[in-house]
């Protein structure tokens, strides 16, 4: 198992993390189903009012999918199969709170799992930054959802800039990505004080707010996500393979994330 779940049962709080230190828990495909069950569990445990995530060993919150996973692709290239589209809280239609708590890295696909949690708590090791320019593939959805939590000067910078340049826990705080800095090491239990907090009121009004704060984003993230495959599925090619598309051969390929 390469996610650990667990729960108190008094104050209402699940902690979920994501187990594979080794490989600074990136996610591969064993990993991104265990998330999607973790989050529809949740939805029918009444016993779980929120949630906090994070990652283990201190080093990373996550990296993204782990480049060894082999995802196989249709062979249009206007769709993508991509493992990490499954892999939040708001993807499962889970409207509990999720917050994230972040020690180290979090970086690539690891915006999949922050653009999805209510709000983000980062200690002061924490960094983010976007590979994806840097490896020659298009950021998409790793953009769209930092565009729902930062100006839009912020997030193309970050985007652009590649591994070229991380984002501070300080810069994440200022520029809204993150809502509170720690001391390291202590951005787990600053969550777990949050969501017990949150946790301890009503259950309907706390999930209603949250449904009600994510209407208030939705539509134009909605039509942002579905410009992305074709994006991705164009300018993740090899340029001889764009050119075959121009000339209308057809076909597609994925690189990992």
């Known amino acids: 198992m390469a996610l650990r779940t667990e729960t108190d049962r008094e104050t209402g709080v699940a902690l979920v993390t994501l187990d594979r230190p080794e490989k600074h828990n990136a996610i591969d495909l064993a990993t991104a189903a265990e998330l999607a069950a973790a989050w529809q569990a949740f939805r029918f445990d009444d016993g779980v009012r929120a949630v906090v995530l994070t990652g283990a060993g201190g080093r990373a919150f996550c990296t993204g999918i782990d480049r060894g996973v082999d995802v196989p692709q249709p062979p249009s290239p206007y769709t993508i199969d991509d493992p990490l589209l499954t892999i939040g809280p708001k993807a499962n239609d889970l ?127 909605t039509q942002a996500m579905a410009h992305a495959p074709h994006l991705i599925a164009l300018g993740n090619l090899p340029p001889e393979r764009q050119a075959d598309l121009f000339r209308g051969r057809g076909g597609g390929e994925f690189r990992t994330r």
């Open 95 to 221: 409207w509990k709170p999720v917050i994230a708590a972040v020690e180290g890295m979090a970086c690539g696909g690891a915006f999949y799992l922050l653009g999805e949690a209510e709000f983000v708590i980062a200690s002061e090791t924490a960094a983010f930054f976007d590979p994806h320019t840097t490896y020659g593939m298009v950021s998409a959805y790793e953009a769209i959802a930092m565009a729902q939590r930062m100006p839009f000067g912020e997030v193309a910078r970050m985007s652009l800039m590649g591994t070229a340049e991380r984002v501070s826990a300080r810069r994440a705080y200022e520029t809204g990505l993150v809502s509170e800095v720690t001391a390291a090491g202590g951005a787990v239990d600053a969550a777990l004080r949050a969501a017990g907090v949150i946790a301890s009121y009503p259950t309907r009004a706390v999930q209603g707010t949250v449904r009600a704060v994510w209407s208030a984003r939705e539509a134009a993230r």
